[in-house]
């Protein structure tokens, strides 16, 4: 999986310090209380700030050189989760005291954050699966069953490139699967799958 990266100096390093985050499912619980921002629009966005929002009140969402685009009924959810939209497009990320500073468009003042989470999207590497005739959702993510086999036979996928959610334990957990039935063969476990001729899963 590929992160869309924000265009912030010295990026790795601002990785390595914790001051720019990508996944709030790993590391959220360490924002508890502080100020954060959320780098993204539309519904990805949308979804991380409101995810931050149960470890601090303090979650401000802002986008980089384009459009918030963000529906109504997506503005009165940040509202009602007492979420700071900022639509003035983010011209400049920099690094000053430890701390994260935004400057918009239009606005001199910088606003100032204690973490930036990155949530411009992401795209997995899934080419090979594609060329080898794996389905794919319109994420670009492989689909598989429960037994990690996608609609080509002898053809097994785990980790962030199959649908589902981007974990260390869940990649190890479906690699073993699909390590044990590749071994094993497919023959062995119970029916499922995708259905070949339509390359839709079948409900098991
Ligand atoms: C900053 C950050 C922090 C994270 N923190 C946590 C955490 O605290 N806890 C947690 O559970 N998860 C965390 N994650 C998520 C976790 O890293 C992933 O869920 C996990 O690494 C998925 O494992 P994977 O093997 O599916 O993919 P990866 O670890 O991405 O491995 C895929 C490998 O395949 C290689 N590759 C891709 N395409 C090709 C190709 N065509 N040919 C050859 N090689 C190829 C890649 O270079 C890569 O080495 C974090 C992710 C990020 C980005």
Redesign the pocket.
């Known amino acids: ?1 590929v ?1 869309e990266q924000p265009a912030v100096p010295d990026l790795d390093q601002a ?1 390595g310090r914790g001051l720019l ?3 709030p ?3 959220g619980f360490e924002a508890i209380g502080r100020h954060v921002a959320v780098m993204g629009y539309g519904a990805t966005g949308l979804t991380e700030a409101l995810f931050l929002r149960t470890y601090t009140s303090h979650v401000t969402l802002l986008t980089f050189r384009q459009p918030m685009q963000l529906t109504s009924v997506q503005q009165r959810q940040l509202r009602e989760a007492g979420i700071r939209v900022i639509e003035d497009p983010v011209r400049e990320v920099a690094i000053a005291d430890d701390r994260i500073q935004a400057l918009t468009m239009r606005d001199g003042a910088p606003h100032v954050f204690d973490v930036l989470y990155s949530a411009l999207g992401t795209s997995p ?1 899934s ?2 699966a594609r060329q080898l005739g794996a389905t794919q959702d319109e994420k670009s993510c492989i689909v598989v069953d429960q037994h990690q086999r996608t609609c080509v036979e002898d053809v097994y996928a ?4 199959v649908q589902g959610l ?6 190890i957990g479906q ?1 073993a699967i699909a390590a044990l039935l590749s071994t094993i063969g497919s023959n062995e476990a119970p029916d499922g799958g995708c259905n070949q001729s339509t390359g839709t899963p079948i409900e098991e």
Request: charged residues 30%; aromatic residues 4%; glycine residues 4%.
């Open positions: 999986m992160d990785v985050r990508y996944c499912v790993c590391d590497r080419e090979l785990a980790g962030d490139v981007d974990q260390i334990s869940v990649a690699a």
